[in-house]
Structure formats: structure tokens, C-alpha cells
């Protein structure tokens, strides 16, 4: 199968937390894999619309702002090739599933990653999902987490579903809590992180924390540290808001990035000495698990139809147990 240019039409209703930003960034943050330099030329070329009407790149969006787009892009012109993928399926009813996803499995096709993802999955195993209004081609999906992220996700069967859980998670009462490995021990064993988020400009891959609350997106993250283990922790993060990379930029920006993180800088030693037989130590712990020791692992809900509060929690997987096992055994001598 292969790819093609052409028109993608988009629909964005700008969230009522959002800060006045230029249309061009906003854009950017939300579309991906098309250029600041291609969303502002289709600004230009009134491929944009605000509230019905053509505006410059420089437009600040507003609270419920209307923002319709067609923008030329790299797409896949046909459908979703089902492909039977086991699915590890922990719960499943007439409304909703839900999937503990292994890390390395890619949630929804995209650009480089057409075949083998979840919904490549999902499409085979199961008919007539639904699709959210603005996320077309994504049947099921309400939520998503990193490729190199493992952990649970629901998904919808149903309309009814869809609707439910997308309020649910627009209302931020979805309960979800993850673990995570990080570098170093946080200065408070309890903590929250209310630090706004926003893609770089310079690497539009990192997610960045900014002091200054007119830029990115409100984001909080509450930790609290497990368990201490030498140079790293174990700590449980519940999202209050769900940003992209949230929880491993807000890590990042408090100093402690999430262990074998590539993209946030936890693939390097970060506490401790550098001394040889340390270096070779952390070397060896990082080809055990090779991706950010992130893991959700818990999420909870009011279930769509029967309005019951449900909770589901998982086991941390085996590289992240690996790692954790490793570091208990290491005897750190005095000196370091």
C-alpha cells in the first residue's frame, strides 16, 4: 500500500482553558506531520477558516473558537487493513474493551507506522466501531498513549460509548494513574506538577514545560514516590489533565527524567558518578527495557451504560520488573 498527497479536511473547537496563541501554533500543535511553514501558506491560501471566516496566521484563538482546515498532506488514501494482531483484552462488554497495549506497539496508523498498529488490530477482531467526530479513521479510539508506553486503554464499541467516555475525558473525571521509573529522588515524597506544556519549536517530537502560563496548555500531573532505589525511584503518576508526553515532559522539567527515556534525555546517567563499573551497570540496565519505563497502569470510569463506577489496574510489565529486580541487587559502595 502506498501514500499519497492529498486534502485532509480537520475540525477543531478550542478548548475553554486554552490561552490566546497564534492560529499558526495552535494549528501546529494539533496537526501532525505537516510544517508550520504548510499551515501557514494554507492560512494563507484560505485553507483555514475561523468561525466561518478567513484570518491571518497571526490570529490569537479564543475560548470556543469554530477552526475548520484543509490542508494538503501525506495521508493514507485507503482503509484501515485489518490485520489479525493478538490483542491482550482484559475486560470486555457490549459497550467497551479494555486493552493492556505492550510497549512498541503503535496505537493508531500515522505517518511511518501504517501497518501493525492497535486499530490495524482492532478493524480485524471486531466490526462496526465508531469513530469520534474530528478523529476519523481511529475506530474506537477515545485516548492514546506513546508507542514506547505500555499499559491500558479503553476502547468504544459503541456510539453510546464514545460519547460517554469522550465527555468523561473532556471533563477530566477519568481516573488514570501510571508508574514510572524516573532518575533521581523528588525532593517531596508527594508532589503536583502544574506546569503548562507545549510542543518546541525548534523539535516538534519534544513536548517543553513553560513558567510563563500564557504559553502551551495547562497541564497537572500529582506524583507521589513508591520506592527509592539507589539512584532511581518509583513513582506513581495520576494525570489530571492528559497533554502529549505529559507525564514525561513534566518529569523532564522537574529534573527527574523517566528512566531509559531516549527523547527526554533519561538514556543517559543522570544520578550518580560516571566511574566505569557504574557506567557499564546503567548500560547493561538499559538494554534491558530499551524504551521510557512508563507504564499505565491503572484507569478507572463511570461505565457508559450501566453507570457503575469501573476500576481496572495491571502488573507492571517484565523489563520494567527486570530493571527494578537489577537495581535492588546493586550494592553501591561508599564512595559513590
Known amino acids: ?72 498532506k501525506n495521508i493514507r488514501p485507503n482503509d484501515i487493513e485489518p490485520e489479525n494482531i493478538k490483542l491482550d483484552i482484559i475486560y470486555e462488554d457490549r459497550e467497551l474493551l479494555i486493552i493492556n497495549k505492550s510497549a512498541g506497539m503503535v496505537v493508531h496508523p500515522a505517518h511511518e507506522n501504517w501497518n501493525g498498529t492497535l486499530v490495524n488490530a482492532l478493524v ?32 468504544a464499541k459503541t456510539n453510546l460509548a464514545m460519547e460517554s467516555l469522550a465527555k468523561q475525558f473532556k471533563n477530566h473525571s477519568i481516573k488514570r494513574k501510571y508508574q514510572a521509573l524516573v532518575w533521581g529522588v523528588p525532593k517531596d515524597n508527594k508532589g503536583t506538577i502544574n506546569v503548562n506544556l507545549g ?32 539512584y532511581i525511584s518509583l513513582v506513581e503518576c495520576e494525570l489530571e489533565t492528559g497533554r502529549t508526553h505529559q507525564i514525561r515532559a513534566h518529569m523532564k522539567h522537574i529534573g527527574h527524567p523517566i528512566f531509559c527515556d531516549k527523547t527526554y534525555g533519561g538514556n543517559i ?31 478507572g470510569f463511570v461505565h457508559p451504560k450501566t453507570k457503575k463506577e469501573m476500576w481496572f489496574d495491571s502488573e507492571l510489565p517484565y523489563d520494567i520488573q527486570q530493571v527494578i529486580s537489577k537495581w535492588k541487587k546493586y550494592e553501591r559502595p561508599e564512595n559513590y
Open 1 to 72: 500500500m502506498r501514500s499519497n498527497k492529498k486534502v485532509e479536511k480537520s475540525k477543531f473547537i478550542v478548548d475553554e482553558n486554552q490561552t490566546m496563541i497564534r492560529l499558526d501554533r495552535f494549528l501546529f500543535d494539533k496537526i501532525p506531520n505537516v510544517t508550520r511553514n504548510k499551515i501557514q501558506e494554507g492560512i494563507k491560501n484560505s485553507q483555514v477558516f475561523v468561525n466561518k471566516k478567513v484570518v491571518k496566521p497571526s490570529y490569537k484563538v479564543k475560548s470556543k473558537d469554530i477552526i475548520e482546515v484543509e490542508i494538503l
Open 124 to 155: 480485524y477482531h471486531f466490526k462496526n466501531l465508531p469513530e469520534m467526530e474530528g478523529n476519523e479513521g481511529r475506530p474506537g479510539l477515545v485516548h492514546r498513549i506513546d508507542k514506547e508506553t505500555s499499559g491500558l486503554l479503553v476502547i
Open 199 to 230: 510542543r518546541s519549536l525548534k523539535d516538534r517530537r519534544i513536548v517543553e514545560g513553560y513558567a510563563d502560563n500564557t504559553l502551551g496548555k495547562k497541564a497537572i500531573t500529582h506524583y507521589n514516590v513508591l520506592e527509592t532505589i539507589h
Open 269 to 299: 546517567i543522570v544520578k550518580g558518578n560516571k566511574f566505569t563499573n557504574y557506567k557499564r551497570f546503567v548500560e547493561n540496565s538499559f538494554k534491558l527495557i530499551d524504551r521510557q519505563a512508563l507504564h499505565a497502569k491503572s484507569l
